[in-house]
């Protein structure tokens, strides 16, 4: 069952992550991504990782997500040119990249330690309780740095997006 | 505790407060800071040591672990024992007289809160000189001293005379530190340590036939940076020039204090010396030679502080000649009774020239006994004690190393006793020439203010009785051991008598029949014109070591190596720099996406190197 | 039917191909918009390995780093989505070749 989900939801991320960078019109591109968070935090709910998974849709999926696709129809983004068909894509990036995904299997199959093997319910340590515990007791002082990011972030986007700009 | 690092910290804290704040302040606050720093520090030492008394041991205050490397361990250290107990009340209690006397001197000169700066922080280094425990310590404040020696000398530095001067003073020190340095290397080698109380414990436990060869070059090498500083030959030239300086620091730095480093370096380290019988000799050979050049030099002079710097160096001689005969405590004698009557006759003839103007040549003084009777008191007894007329000071200090100088050879008594001669003479004469006969100057004399003519008069009571009352070499006997030179009461007769004599000759020539200094001028005027010159030394140092250093420097070191070689080095790393850059440069394109696959090739490499080497283990 | 385990090396794989084209999308796409959602990708990517490791040491902290992450993210989504903003109003265009004047 376990390995059935997690096939069913890799293929679906793989093909909404190809999906991203092959469709040409950005909102198909935000859609896909959105599939691509969607089956991700399933597979986060596989590794038992609960409070992530619930995060991850609301938070991606449902906000930045849409923060994106507001973006994208306020500023009326059109199509864009193919650019799968430049040669230099075509023939140098395209085995670049599959050479480097091979790499990579390589080295995480080959050369690192055995690892575990996840089934559904075996890790139950994932849950808000456990997060919040974290969060307020070791990690308090970079939870409490973030809040200042994030303050930073709020500022910093209100005066660039201002209309007043030069 | 008794807090020994206050001593040298209150001059340090006086020369922090003017060097930095001293433009902003006015002269009374700068006066207030830098005499009440010396004098604190002089009240500090004599509480010290009436908390000490009667220090018979060495007492050691340990501050902290300074240099820590392998075996060898430096702590910064202060440490007082009888010897050091005379150097700190020399140096903090004439330092405080002068330091009095200069705010009246100074009064009317530019970059006063400047001065004072130097003035305090030569007091620092100095007093960290006197209390080190340890040779590293005793350099810090030599070269310290020898910095504000540079500064100060170089004072005036508008004037070119004088800021060379200032450089010629480091430079020729440099030669004597670089002896220091090595002295302290062999040490180290030798002995495992740069305490004293350490390296003078091993060195009288080991036979003089083990390490009979170091011993002796260890003290011809601390006998070289003592030459420095002290001004010894072959490195006497730069005192001399350094009476460019204001007078205060002629008295303070280049008499009393600073120059007699060298000396009680030397009798710090009598306990090497005294097994090194070779190295004594040549401290010996140097001194008397250097006491005779340069009092012949004296003889000739006509600018009055000359006189007296050749006086100084000539005195010098006479202490390392009580050193090198091991009369280590009378050499300490003659630093303090020197330190008395040589700051008492340059504070006066600083008062001289201050009445007469800033005239320093005393073919244009004369007559001035009337019109500055103080200042002629004062430098009359200063005169007294140099030429040894009893019972004035220099005449015990001066017996107690002629008497010890008899004991090893007679002929340097002889010597000795010529030299004291020739002393009282030119002392003398500057003394004749300045006061007496009819005034031949332009300016119009005045009698100093008293804030420089009291410290005068103190100094003026020491010199009279400081032999008298000081009997060092019996203080001392538990450090410096006497040896030698029993008193001998016809020897000591003779001294006198040669001083006397000198003093006699003095009358005669300048004041009874003035036709007799220029007849024998001219008689011999090759050796008037030799000594006239100062044996020409200087024009041999410049033709046999200035010339050939500069140019060659300028020869093969600058057109040949620099331009040559290493400006073609730099350029040539410039220019590939530049090729290259050009290169790089067209990595950047601006082009976001072009970046991105600079650093997906970076990603390449790094895992190239994962997979090559293994991975993740 | 049968549960069968799914060894963890199968999470990182995906993990490296999610990467891989969010990498390949970052370099090759040209609108600005799509070039920012690559990025997201890659940082689900990372996201997804932190939780793979985490589940392997049977600890939280890799949960608590990929939360950092999202908050980041978020940060940056909003910053990054207001220069693009800025950029249109100034300059007409979201493709990033046009935005080239780092150079010189």
């Known amino acids: 069952m376990d390995l059935i989900l997690f096939i069913v939801f890799a293929m679906f991320a793989v093909a909404s992550a190809l999906g991203l960078i092959l469709q040409t019109h950005p909102i198909n591109s935000a859609l896909s991504l959105i599939g691509v968070m969607g089956s991700l935090a399933v597979l986060y709910l596989l590794l038992g990782a609960e409070f992530i998974a619930a995060a991850q849709l609301v938070v991606y999926a449902g906000a930045i997500m849409v923060l994106f696709l507001f973006v994208i129809m306020l500023l009326n983004a059109g199509e864009e040119r193919n650019p799968w068909k430049a040669p230099v894509v075509a023939y140098i990036g395209g085995p670049v990249v599959i050479f480097l995904i091979g790499a990579f299997v390589y080295l995480i199959n080959f050369t690192l330690p055995p690892m575990r093997s996840v089934s559904f319910g075996d890790f139950t340590g994932g849950g808000p309780r456990e997060i919040g515990m974290a969060i307020f007791t070791k990690y308090l002082l970079p939870f409490e740095v973030t809040s200042v990011l994030i303050l930073i972030a709020i500022v910093g986007a209100m005066v660039l997006a201002r209309k007043e700009i030069d | 505790m008794h807090s020994l690092w206050l001593i040298p910290i209150f001059p340090l804290v006086g020369f922090l407060i003017n060097g930095m704040l001293g433009r902003r302040f006015s002269k009374t606050v700068i006066n207030t800071v830098a005499v009440g720093s010396v004098v604190l520090s002089f009240l500090w030492v004599l509480k010290a040591l009436s908390a000490l008394a009667p220090l018979n041991e060495t007492y050691v205050e340990h501050y902290f672990t300074w240099i820590s490397s392998g075996t060898l361990d430096i702590g910064f250290d202060f440490a007082i024992d009888r010897l050091t107990m005379v150097m700190l009340l020399v140096v903090t209690g004439i330092g405080s007289l002068i330091h009095v006397y200069a705010t009246g001197y100074m009064a009317h000169e530019g970059g006063y809160y400047r001065f004072f700066a130097y003035l305090n922080l030569f007091m620092f280094f100095m007093l960290t000189l006197v209390l080190a425990a340890n040779y590293v310590l005793l350099f810090v404040g030599w070269e310290g001293v020898g910095l504000c020696s540079y500064l100060l000398i170089g004072f005036y530095f508008l004037k070119k005379s004088a800021s060379d001067a200032g450089k010629k003073a480091f430079i020729v020190n440099r030669i004597g530190d670089f002896g220091f340095s090595l002295a302290m290397f062999l040490i180290v080698i030798s002995f495992g340590t740069l305490d004293f109380q350490k390296v003078f414990a091993k060195a009288s436990t080991i036979s003089p036939e083990v390490q009979y060869g170091s011993i002796t070059t260890i003290c011809l090498l601390l006998l070289v940076g003592a030459i420095g500083k002290s001004a010894q030959i072959p490195l006497y030239v730069w005192l001399p020039d350094a009476m460019e300086g204001p007078t205060p620091v002629s008295a303070l730095i280049h008499a009393a204090t600073m120059v007699t480093a060298g000396v009680y370096m030397i009798a710090r380290s009598a306990t090497l010396f005294e097994r090194a019988p070779i190295a004594m000799d040549v401290v010996a050979y140097i001194g008397l030679a250097t006491a005779v050049m340069a009092a012949t030099i004296g003889l000739v002079q006509n600018d009055i502080k000359k006189v007296y710097a050749y006086s100084t160096v000539s005195q010098l001689g006479y202490m390392f000649l009580g050193c090198g005969v091991g009369a280590f405590s009378a050499g300490i004698w003659h630093v303090v009774t020197h330190a008395f009557f040589k700051a008492l006759l340059f504070l006066g003839a600083g008062s001289v020239i201050h009445a007469c103007a800033g005239e320093q040549d005393m073919q244009k003084m004369g007559g001035l006994m009337k019109k500055i009777p103080i200042t002629f008191a004062v430098l009359f007894i200063a005169a007294m004690a140099i030429a040894g007329v009893p019972p004035l000071s220099g005449h015990y200090s001066k017996d107690a190393i002629l008497m010890a100088a008899h004991a090893r050879a007679p002929w340097m008594y002889w010597v000795g006793v010529v030299t004291a001669g020739m002393t009282a003479f030119y002392v003398f004469r500057s003394i004749f020439l300045t006061f007496f006969g009819e005034y031949r100057g332009k300016a119009h004399p005045h009698e100093s203010p008293a804030v420089m003519w009291v410290p005068l008069a103190v100094l003026a009571v020491l010199s009279l009785i400081g032999g008298y009352a000081f009997n060092i070499p019996e203080f001392l006997s538990p450090v410096l051991p006497m040896h030698g030179g029993v008193h001998d009461e016809s020897l000591a007769t003779i001294a006198t008598a040669a001083g006397l004599a000198g003093i006699l000759l003095a009358a005669i020539c300048y004041l009874f029949v003035p036709s007799i200094p220029g007849a024998l001028a001219s008689a011999f005027a090759p050796i008037y014109q030799t000594l006239y010159d100062k044996y020409y030394v200087d024009e041999l140092y410049n033709v046999s070591i200035v010339k050939p250093i500069a140019n060659g420097s300028r020869e093969i070191l600058w057109k040949g190596a620099d331009v040559g070689v290493f400006d073609a080095l730099v350029n040539g790393a410039g220019t590939t720099s530049m090729a290259l850059g050009g290169l790089l440069r067209k990595m950047q394109s601006g082009n976001l996406r072009t970046y991105a696959s600079w650093v997906l090739i970076g990603i390449l490499l790094v895992m190239g190197g994962f997979a090559v080497y293994g991975g993740a283990k | ?104």
């Open chain 3, 1 to 104: 039917m049968p549960n069968v385990p799914v060894p963890l090396n199968y999470y990182l794989t995906l993990s490296a191909i999610l990467f891989m084209i969010g990498a390949a999308g970052f370099i090759i796409r040209r609108n600005i918009i799509t070039v920012f959602m690559s990025i997201e990708l890659m940082l689900n990517a990372v996201n997804l390995t932190f939780v793979t490791f985490s589940y392997q040491f049977r600890q939280v902290d890799g949960h608590i780093y990929s939360f950092f992450v999202m908050v980041v993210a978020a940060a940056e989504a909003a910053v990054g989505l207001a220069i693009i903003l800025t950029v249109f109003k100034n300059r007409s265009t979201l493709t990033i070749d046009d935005v080239s004047s780092m150079k010189n």
